[in-house]
């Protein structure tokens, strides 16, 4: 039997299922009597209590074999069970309306969902689902159940479940779990993250597949296109043995080129680096043979957390991301908040229409102290290595002006207090925004380079919300309007003596990159697995023969032609990239 998920951490493993204790709870309203309440309140804080020194113990297990990301997944789910509303309003319950520890928890936790669900904002759903997960360890020590563990494994299993919570992802690589599939989650939750981290091949969003597996049946689990087979027959089995050792041969292949560099075979070089969210994520760049960081979305260290990070936190990160880079260059994004990325800590209104919003460097410029603390701490990281400074979403070239002046008194105050920095850190701007693609030779003036966001980008010319799955189809990288944009902005700032690079997903599609080079992009930005295609594509070509791809390309009136003239030559020129592995 075949099922369908989101592949969220590449490979092909088969194996033996571990159906992982689904956790349900029939919890029904239990009076309690007037005398006993203090007693329920005292076992309700005996249960927070075991729950918190269950999630300290797995803290202490994984911290030798983890880095901050993971222990800070952790760490939230500890805030979150000593978040005051919780504790509080669950005690409060108890006592006012005299009902059970687990009945009072419930309600609370119902309607602190209700609320995450009505903010419509994924970053929320998935909060959502660390309530259920802390909610679940908190009813597991009020009932008296031992927490279902990983721990207990003895011997390699493929882990089946429900849901995951991340405490039990973290514990993985220690225990015998080749791989895992669960029925929620999405590519960006938790699990997914720490899977691929941690490089378990994974399928999430596999709905149906919790009842449809039982504890020791056969599975292969195909981490590529997001394909789990259940006890599978013995020519699907054949194949996908097949497809496993091609998959294994096809990496080692990519491999060798980890040291070589992206050069055409004409020597144009141009410059692979990677996108990341989470600092864990630079030794998977590194192994992939990146030559540093294209963008690192610094949003996410605003996230998962009930404070704004303090000028010091953002400076470890910074530190932390420099130092392991050694020489490559690391491009720090100032944080782009706002849109579909909301934190709790500020209060921004509600807004008709965020994406067109008060988003990214406008927050900023409205909240400069959130924006000073970020630039200090970058700059003074910028003492330990080679790092570059990107403003996103900017639109001309006043809000680029404007954005400058609070760094300029930023330095100012860093030289006043004698702290270091690079007196001639970098600055670049991303082009997402039709009116700074359109103005690009005026921006490229002023700014130290460019780069290229797509998925903006694409969104704002076409008008189409990148989110809503109603409009996707018109999400067209191809389109002519974007394709003369791109060709636009590379022009202009090469005709400035700056550097284009481009970090949206367009660059990680291998499908675009010889297009992308014959445009005379001069360096990619794409997620840690798309590296070495893209090398292996560049350095299988003359820079003449993109050129004339390109040009080719370019000359189309529809996006569907280009897109067929773009599908078939490189299907038909790597094969391996485009049949079997994409
Ligand atoms: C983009 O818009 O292409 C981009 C890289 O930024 P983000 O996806 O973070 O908006
Ligand atoms: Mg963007």
Redesign the pocket.
């Known amino acids: 039997m075949e099922f369908r998920g989101i592949a969220v951490s590449a490979g092909i493993v088969i194996g033996k299922a571990f159906r992982l204790e689904k956790e349900t709870y029939d919890i029904k309203p239990n009076w309690v009597k007037d005398a006993d309440v203090d007693k329920e309140v005292e076992r309700f804080f005996a249960a927070i209590q075991a729950s918190k020194d269950q999630l300290l113990a797995i803290r202490k297990r994984i911290e030798p074999m983890s880095d901050s990301e993971h222990l800070s997944i952790i760490d939230a789910h500890l805030m979150m069970i000593e978040d005051q509303m919780l504790v509080n309003e669950t005690v409060e319950y108890i006592q006012r309306h005299r009902l059970s520890a687990e009945w009072s928890l419930k309600r609370v936790l119902d309607k602190l969902k209700e609320h995450f669900d009505s903010l419509q904002d994924p970053y929320f759903k998935e909060r959502k689902d660390d309530l259920t997960h802390i909610g679940n360890r908190i009813f597991n020590n009020l009932l008296g159940f031992g927490h279902t563990s990983l721990a207990e494994l003895k011997e390699d299993v493929i882990v089946v479940a429900h849901d995951l919570s991340p405490a039990d992802t973290a514990q993985m690589r220690k225990e015998r779990v080749i791989a895992f599939v669960t029925e929620v989650g999405s590519k960006t939750s938790h699990t997914a993250i720490m899977a691929h981290s941690l490089e378990i091949p994974a399928v999430v969003g596999v709905a149906g597949i919790y009842d449809a597996v039982k504890t020791g049946e056969s599975l292969i689990v195909d981490g590529i296109r997001g394909v789990v087979q259940v006890s599978p027959q013995q020519d699907v089995f054949i194949t996908y043995l097949d497809k496993q050792r091609q998959f294994k041969y096809y990496e080692r292949e990519l491999q060798k080129m980890k040291d070589l560099p992206a050069v055409t075979t004409d020597n144009k070089k141009v410059t692979l680096m990677a996108?990341i969210e989470f600092i864990s994520e630079v030794k998977a760049v590194l192994e992939r043979g990146g030559e540093g960081v294209g963008?690192y979305?610094t949003?996410f260290l605003y996230m998962n957390r009930y404070y704004l990070p303090s000028e010091a936190e953002h400076f470890r990160a910074y530190k932390t991301l420099v130092e392991h880079l050694g020489e490559y260059p690391a491009v720090i994004?100032t944080l782009?908040l706002g849109?579909d990325?909301f934190i709790s800590q500020l209060d921004i209104y509600d807004e008709l229409n965020p994406v067109l919003g008060l988003r990214?460097i406008r927050l900023c410029l409205e909240h400069v102290d959130l924006f000073k603390t970020q630039l200090r701490a970058i700059l003074k990281a910028s003492n330990y290595g080679n790092i570059k400074i990107m403003y996103?979403?900017i639109s001309g070239i006043d809000e680029l002006r404007s954005a400058n002046a609070v760094l300029e008194e930023v330095k100012a105050e860093l030289r006043k207090e004698g702290e270091p920095f690079d007196e001639h850190i970098p600055v670049g701007i991303?082009i997402?925004i039709p009116s700074a693609a359109i103005t690009s030779d005026i921006l490229a003036e002023e700014a130290a380079f460019f780069?290229?966001?797509?998925?903006?980008?694409?969104?704002y010319s076409i008008a189409i919300d990148?989110i809503n799955k109603n409009v996707a189809y018109l999400y067209e990288p191809l389109h002519p309007a974007i394709l003369r944009l791109i060709s636009h902005v590379i022009t202009a700032a090469h005709a400035k003596g700056i550097t284009v690079g481009?970090?949206?997903?367009?660059a990680s599609d291998p499908k675009y990159t010889l297009l992308l080079l014959g445009m005379g992009l001069d360096q990619y930005?794409t997620n840690a697995d798309a590296l070495l295609k893209i090398k292996k594509i560049i350095r299988s070509v003359s820079f003449a023969e993109a050129h004339d791809i390109a040009q080719q390309a370019l000359s189309y009136s529809s996006a569907a032609d280009t897109e067929k003239f773009i599908t078939d030559l490189m299907e038909s020129r790597f094969p391996d990239i485009f049949c079997y592995f994409d």
């Not at 780069?451 to 980008?457: A, H, K």
């Not at 481009?502 to 367009?506: D, I, N, P, V």
Request: hydrophobic content about 30%.
């Open positions: 996108n963008l979305r949003e994004r782009d849109g990325k990214a996103p979403m991303m997402e780069s290229i966001g797509t998925n903006d980008l694409i969104q990148r481009m970090c949206g997903e367009m930005s």
